[in-house]
């Protein structure tokens, strides 16, 4: 049978006498200063992690732009970091219990800023994209060592504010992707969008090199190793991710690579979940669904992952094509949610961490929040200007940490100590994948709406065309003295038409994905209501109080 080392802290000592207390393992010190750098250092490189893909992502117009690549090339510059972002995930808890925490985690964050350096000077594609996997693999593999680190080495009174460290890779970090991307590429250069994370891996390599508990490395464990698992979950991941950034531009099962995909894809998924419920040492331990609160969790956290990624894709959409922004011109957008974040996620893990306060309660306000903001979308006009966007901003401020915070909790608080290697990739999995399903989902609903609004407003437009006749020609009337020639005007009449009837059509698509939102937070509102059971926040056991009995004269 393999082992690993627990994750907790060892047991603390008695408030009596710190001599009682048992020996703790050489790698798992007493919390200090000097650990506490090292875990800034771990959440340094997940925030470096979480920026090379959001801005590397927004800015991809101009990337393309600079090193001259199509826009059906672009689409592969994405997905091929996300497969393999997400397939790191998956597995990176069984590989840094082998290497050790302080060495996986300090080689894999010089592995992330040193491949940034060439990326500019890819000669084709090809090279590019096996960079980008390359990069991806070792972006992939940080966030599932923040879990551990946070649960592992703080003490059980302030875990749940690690857990609030780690929700902000989930809420703090993606917000501010955007007004990075305009900060280098406006005053810097695009270059930047790739070399932004050297200077800051350099500083989290050696905050962690400092402060990380040099845990011992289990290369023995190579002679357990689940192989079969392996070689069927990573290209399994890699498929489904593949399908969900690619599926809408090829036209889902009109295209032979996208049916292929899914067809194997999918049966080496089954088949790896299969395998991972029987195996002695599964990577992940897929019996942990059959607990309410975890199940509820997961299920939870990709939804409010996929609600996050496309409240924040809307506005920006809506402000890039119909009102022509710039992305420095959408970044207060985005950081109206960001800053915030650095308060309301410590005061949203303080709450969560006061025992009389149940966390499914928070849990509910915070979806509801995220609700609400979805609903006053749905008023969203041609008029709409950034500040419009403000109020459903604010909201969000309150919702992401309070929907994100509590889901952590109910998954994590009722396991034991050996059980977050099973739990972390299962977490950080389905919070990748969650991405890929916004994006998806995004994509989706934005052009068969966007089709359908068009050609409702075609046929309105055609049936009634007399009727419309009589308010006159507002189009011509306004653009009659640029030029004499009547067929000139009347090309250009009729593509000012049709500019407005696109932005018509978008706009009333992103309003119709607003409701759909909606929706989706009113039935989680309900689920979080009736499924999950309460948990307690962590506490220190205390030492029974001696007795104050008067010995017998």
Not at 127 to 152: E, N
Not at 221 to 250: E, H, M, S
Request: aromatic share 12%; charged share 10%; proline share 8%.
């Amino acid at each position: 049978m393999d082992t690993h080392p627990p994750l907790s802290d060892a047991p603390s000592p008695p408030a009596i006498s710190v001599s009682a207390a048992p020996s703790m393992p050489s790698y798992i010190p007493p919390f200090g200063m000097r650990t506490a750098i090292g875990l800034l250092g771990v959440l340094l490189a997940v925030h470096i992690a979480g920026f090379n893909e959001h801005i590397t992502e927004i800015g991809l117009s101009d990337i393309r732009g600079a090193m001259h690549i199509g826009r059906d090339e672009g689409t592969w510059f994405i997905s091929v970091y996300e497969a393999f972002n997400i397939a790191a995930m998956a597995f990176t808890p069984w590989f840094y219990v082998t290497f050790s925490i302080y060495r996986f985690a300090i080689f894999m964050t010089a592995a992330l800023g040193l491949l940034a350096i060439p990326a500019p000077f890819m000669p084709d594609m090809l090279s590019l994209c096996l960079l980008r996997a390359a990069q991806g693999l070792s972006a992939g593999c940080l966030p599932p060592i923040l879990m551990t680190v946070m649960l592992k080495y703080l003490p059980a009174q302030i875990r749940v504010f690690g857990i609030g460290a780690y929700a902000m890779s989930a809420t703090f970090g993606p917000n501010l992707g955007g007004p990075l991307e305009a900060l280098w590429f406006e005053h810097v250069g695009w270059r930047w969008l790739y070399w932004e994370a050297l200077p800051l891996c350099a500083v989290a390599i050696g905050m962690m090199a400092y402060g990380l508990p040099r845990d011992p490395h289990g290369l023995a464990r190579f002679r357990n190793f689940n192989w079969k698992g392996f070689l069927l979950g990573v290209p399994a991941i890699c498929c489904v991710v593949t399908v969900l950034y690619q599926g809408d531009r090829l036209d889902w099962f009109r295209s032979p690579l996208i049916t292929h995909l899914t067809f194997w894809g999918g049966g080496l998924f089954l088949g790896f979940l299969v395998h991972e419920w029987f195996h002695h040492t599964p990577f992940f331990r897929i019996q942990f669904w059959g607990n309410r609160n975890i199940a509820m969790s997961m299920l939870t956290l990709v939804a409010a992952l996929v609600l996050c990624g496309i409240l924040m894709a809307i506005p920006s959409t809506y402000l890039a094509e119909v009102r022509g922004y710039r992305p420095i011109q959408t970044a207060p957008i985005a950081l109206v949610v960001a800053l915030p974040q650095l308060i309301l996620l410590p005061v949203t893990a303080a709450l969560c961490n006061i025992r009389a306060v149940d966390c499914r309660y928070v849990l509910a306000f915070g979806m509801s929040c995220l609700g609400l903001a979805c609903w006053l979308g749905t008023w969203l006009t041609p008029d709409w200007v950034r500040d419009n966007f403000y109020a459903l901003q604010v909201l969000q401020i309150f919702g992401q940490p309070m929907v994100v915070i509590p889901t952590l909790v109910l998954a994590t608080m009722g396991l034991g100590p050996a059980d977050g290697p099973f739990i972390s990739g299962m977490v950080n999995m389905l919070k990748g994948m969650a991405n890929a399903v916004a994006a998806a989902l995004f994509e989706i609903l934005l052009r068969r709406r966007e089709q359908y609004h068009s050609v409702m407003l075609l046929d309105h437009n055609g049936n009634q065309r007399t009727a419309l006749a009589g308010q006159g020609d507002p189009i011509g009337s306004q653009i009659a003295a640029t030029s004499p020639d009547a067929g000139h005007l009347a090309r250009n009449a009729q593509q000012i038409f049709h500019t407005y009837l696109h932005e018509q059509s978008l706009v009333l698509a992103l309003a119709d994905i607003y409701f759909i939102m909606m929706w989706i937070c009113v039935f989680y509102v309900v689920l979080t209501a009736i499924l999950p059971e309460r948990v307690y926040p962590p506490r220190v056991p205390s030492a029974p109080a001696p007795s104050t009995t008067a010995p017998a004269r």
